[in-house]
């Protein structure tokens, strides 16, 4: 395990080993797709979700960007028997396992762009779950506002993105527009009034954003 810029190996090794590990199914899911060496979410991210779900009693929950469906399986798992999942996944190959995977769960897979997917939807969530591409989350932002209800929660993953969104010493050339994107959303986050966001610095960077008022 190396360093990722946000947080010292010795942290993450300790977080790896005291943190409940996943079982069953969704150790199964997990392990395929770790093999197929997809970046889903930490096991430190997945356990910060799932007490947010758990704790704020959370059922209805929305995620962009499925990849097979870990991070959505360990979501309903904290939802419990009446959680209800909708998730929207761009690539149609991740988008076939998921649905493999997603199997006699209540869970809506909608193959498709999150930006344009979002316009669509409609119904009152608890709790989204934001972890596509990074550049997009500003363009998703208004619809999950209008998606998520107040009191509900809206996480984005990877704000901190290996630390590079923290500081230009770290910045790669190649990603100077995706955190340009990110510096700006975390702005707007931060700044809205209809929000209380914490940014929290687990796994590659979470932003936790509490609807306290939609006007
Ligand atoms: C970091 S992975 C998701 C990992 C998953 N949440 C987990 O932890 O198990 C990001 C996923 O978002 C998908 N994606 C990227 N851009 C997207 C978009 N605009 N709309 C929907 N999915 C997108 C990618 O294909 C990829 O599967």
Redesign the pocket.
Known sequence: MEDNNINYEYILRYLKRTLRADEGHIEDVRRV?VGMN????RVET?RFLQTLIASSNAKRIL??????????LSMLEAAGDDGHLVT????PD?AKLARENFEGKKVELIE????K?LETLDGEFDFA?V???KG?YGAMFDNLMRLVKTSGVIVS??VLYKGMTATDDLRERREITIIKRMRAYLDMLCNDKRLVTSIVPIGDGLAISYIVRKD
Do not use: H, W
Request: glycine share 16%; net charge negative; proline share 3%.
């Open positions: 797709a997809l970046p889903i979410a997945v995620e962009i960007g499925t990849a097979i469906g870990y991070s959505g929207v996944e761009k690539s991740l498709g762009d999150g930006v997917v779950f972890d596509a591409a997009q993953d990877n």
